[in-house]
């Protein structure tokens, strides 16, 4: 009901859960059924030392599909898609601003997806935006290395882009087995068999390089330093695109990292 | 020779062609290897800044031709090689495993005849196609003089097919690549044209795709030839037009050969002009822009000082300010500062409320620029600022980024613009407060 009395005010407290989605969820539930705003919600471990109270919000499966239900039938399917999403983006608070997203959404309706000039809507769009681009570009920056016909690739996004690049990679590599290790999440996308699943592993060591392998990073070497031209040396337009925090996983300019 | 050395060179032979784009097309993957992104994916960027996308090389390096401006010619002292079929296909499958690159882009120099030489790259590309059974983006470029049913069955294999139109005007062609013609250029592009629009027909395998799919594109060289900016987007917007081409590109020459008919060796490469070209290109392509609204007979230069847009609006200052919460889709277009994305947006957004300042920043808008040219809830009547500030924010940063020698390309010698040269002032500061008072005078 717009200009009806607002759902939450804010309070003193800052809300722990357990870092997962459902746990969220819950977050939600327990803003919208104390008519309170938080401080911030912050999984469990997380917490930095503070004067405000805490309150621990307990993961409740039942809750949880509660309030996920809520969003399509109050809001809009859209507005499921953005929060899901940015649960997976590196939003600094990204749980404040999304529970501030969806007690505006359930006043106003649908009509929030639209309102692209709000605070609250864009720094959701934006971050989402963020994700969506740097699984763009992680499309590309991947290498994979062969190790006896299994492909491994490591990779440090700031988002974690593996869902969404997961669909790129196995139509393009439907045929074998590969799997793309997110050191920054502790996560790996792995495929064999035409199946996936993503894994949270502790570590994973990759082998050493064949001769084959080391003799295809060369020849790619070669041909990257051969294609530029050195007329139109421009290393400020390669950082902009290529942003630096990339090359360390990149097989012909992480040498260039050390210099 | 080993492969090393072979890619080296025909690496180093095809540097020069500007398109490494792997967009126009989206195939799922499923069958064999690989799949297609119709926005394209750029898997690295060189140390010119420039996109990688493809397996850019020449099928080979020989080439009975002697066009004047390229280190290939006949006439060159350059070490000659070329791939096998087989070897250029393995080392693409290789290379796409591993995630480097997202195809082929294949061009040549012509062994023997152009028959024979397109007869080698359709080797390799069926290789690629049948025996590897890849699916990712192939791009292969004609060569005038190849026989029409060639051309045709390099356009079933590949995704995009382009040809080179090399130069901005007939006269220039005949004089610096002699054995190219307009009609050997303009024939199979016209066949490609018409190859692409009846594409769905021509499908010839079950898992085939269409014949170049991803359509046709094609590139001339900038600055080896006296063509002036507004002879060159008049070509494209009329290479648009009538051969349905998706891209033109533009390559700044660099001077790579001392001949008298060319610049000399020492000429820096015209980036900015370049620059503005894709500026220009992409107003027309995106903005519905005509080419006679960017440039004219009077102004047949680029402002080196504006980007083409700006340029655009302060020419046309009296249809400005313009109500962003009122005015059609195609005016917003219009504001420097607003593009496409937030144009969208803000038609989206206004739907729901008035919007002011602040909503337009969030929505994306650039309002360093757009502020002088809009009417929004909180400005009701427009800025109402002097000419010499609205200038001011206008001024292309990056201007300056490309070297004091670009500057002098439009100085007041070609009857441009008399703007001063980086050379005349002490300080970028300087040179642009000059621009900026210089190009207020002029409204």
Redesign the interface.
């Known amino acids: 009901m717009p200009g009806g009395k607002p759902l939450a005010e804010p309070c003193d407290v800052i809300y722990i859960y357990d870092g997962s989605f459902e746990g969220f969820l819950c977050c939600v539930h327990e803003s919208v059924y104390s008519r309170e705003l938080p401080q911030s919600i912050v999984p469990e471990g997380e917490l930095e030392p503070t004067l405000f109270g805490q309150r621990r919000i307990e993961t409740d499966s039942e809750k949880a599909r509660k309030v996920y239900a809520s969003i399509p039938a109050k809001i809009s399917k859209e507005a499921l898609g953005l929060v899901r999403n940015i649960f997976l983006s590196c939003l600094k608070d990204k749980e404040l601003a999304t529970l501030r997203f969806l007690l505006k959404g359930y006043r106003i309706g649908a009509?929030i997806m639209?309102?692209?000039?709000?605070?609250d809507v864009?720094v959701l769009l934006k971050a989402e935006r963020h994700v969506m681009h740097e699984s763009?570009l992680l499309?590309?920056?991947?290498?994979?290395?062969?190790y006896d016909g299994f492909?491994a690739?490591a990779i440090t996004p700031k988002n974690f882009v593996l869902p969404f690049i997961a669909s790129?990679f196995?139509?393009?590599?439907?045929?074998?087995k590969f799997m793309i290790y997110d050191k920054a999440h502790q996560a790996a996308l792995v495929y064999r068999d035409r199946k996936y699943e993503i894994i949270r592993p502790e570590h994973i060591e990759f082998p050493q390089a064949s001769e084959t392998e080391e003799k295809?990073r060369?020849?790619?070497k070669?041909?990257?330093?051969?294609?530029?031209?050195?007329?139109?040396?421009?290393?400020?337009?390669?950082m902009?695109?290529?942003p630096k925090r990339y090359w360390e996983n990149?097989?012909?300019?992480k040498e260039l990292l050390k210099q | 020779m080993d492969?090393?050395q072979k890619?080296?060179i025909l690496?180093?032979g095809?540097?020069?062609d500007a398109a490494c784009t792997s967009s126009g097309v989206g195939r799922?993957?499923?069958?064999?290897?690989?799949?297609t992104?119709a926005?394209g994916?750029?898997?690295?960027?060189?140390?010119?800044?420039?996109?990688?996308?493809l397996?850019?090389v020449l099928m080979t390096n020989y080439c009975v031709y002697d066009c004047k401006y390229c280190p290939n010619r006949s006439g060159s002292d350059v070490p000659r090689t070329a791939f096998t079929p087989q070897e250029l296909a393995d080392?693409t499958i290789?290379?796409y495993?591993?995630?480097?690159i997202?195809g082929l882009f294949l061009s040549s120099g012509i062994l023997k005849t152009p028959d024979y030489t397109t007869e080698q790259m359709i080797k390799a590309l069926e290789f690629l196609r049948y025996k590897h059974n890849f699916w990712?983006y192939i791009h292969a470029k004609t060569i005038p003089g190849t026989s029409p049913d060639l051309v045709y069955r390099m356009g079933l294999l590949a995704d995009r097919i382009s040809v080179n139109i090399e130069l901005p005007s007939e006269a220039s062609l005949q004089k610096l690549a002699p054995n190219k013609t307009k009609q050997s250029i303009l024939a199979p592009m016209a066949q490609i044209a018409g190859g692409v629009e009846s594409g769905k027909e021509l499908v010839r395998y079950k898992n085939a795709p269409r014949f170049a799919a991803a359509g046709q594109a094609t590139q001339m060289i900038i600055g080896a030839s006296p063509e002036s900016d507004y002879q060159i987007i008049r070509l494209a917007s009329g290479l648009y037009r009538r051969y349905s081409l998706r891209r033109v590109f533009y390559s700044?020459y660099?001077p790579a050969v001392e001949d008298t008919l060319l610049p000399s060796v020492d000429t820096?490469?015209p980036?900015l002009r370049e620059h503005r070209l894709y500026q220009a290109d992409f107003l027309m392509r995106q903005y519905h822009f005509d080419p006679e609204e960017i440039l004219s007979e009077e102004m047949p230069n680029f402002n080196p000082y504006l980007d083409p847009k700006c340029n655009w609006a302060i020419n046309n200052i009296e249809r400005f300010p313009i109500d962003v919460n009122r005015a059609p889709h195609e005016e917003l277009l219009r504001v420097p500062g607003i593009g496409p994305t937030s144009a969208g947006?803000i038609v989206?957004?206004r739907?729901?409320?008035s919007?002011g300042l602040?909503?337009?920043k969030?929505?994306g808008v650039v309002l360093k620029r757009a502020k002088y040219f809009i009417i929004a809830k909180d400005q009701p009547a427009g800025l109402r600022a002097g000419k010499e500030s609205t200038v001011r924010a206008l001024i292309d940063p990056g201007v300056f980024?490309f070297g004091t020698e670009q500057m002098s390309l439009f100085g007041p010698a070609g009857g441009r613009l008399a703007l001063p040269g980086a050379k005349d002032v002490s300080s970028i500061a300087e040179a642009a407060e000059e621009a900026v008072l210089c190009l207020a005078a002029n409204l």
């Open positions: 009509g639209q309102m692209l000039g709000e605070a864009a763009h499309k590309g920056f991947i290498r994979f290395s062969d492909l690739a790129h196995i139509e393009r590599f439907s045929g074998e295809y060369e020849l790619w070669r041909f990257y330093d051969t294609i530029a031209i050195d007329a139109r040396y421009n290393p400020k337009c390669r902009s695109h290529m990149m097989t012909e300019v | 492969i090393m890619l080296t690496a180093d095809a540097k020069y799922a993957g499923g069958q064999g290897i690989g799949n992104a926005g994916i750029c898997h690295s960027f060189s140390a010119d800044g420039r996109c990688i996308s397996l850019k080392l290789e290379f495993r591993r995630n480097y997202e990712g700044a660099i820096k490469p980036l947006r989206t957004a739907k729901t409320g919007l602040a909503e337009l969030r929505i980024s």
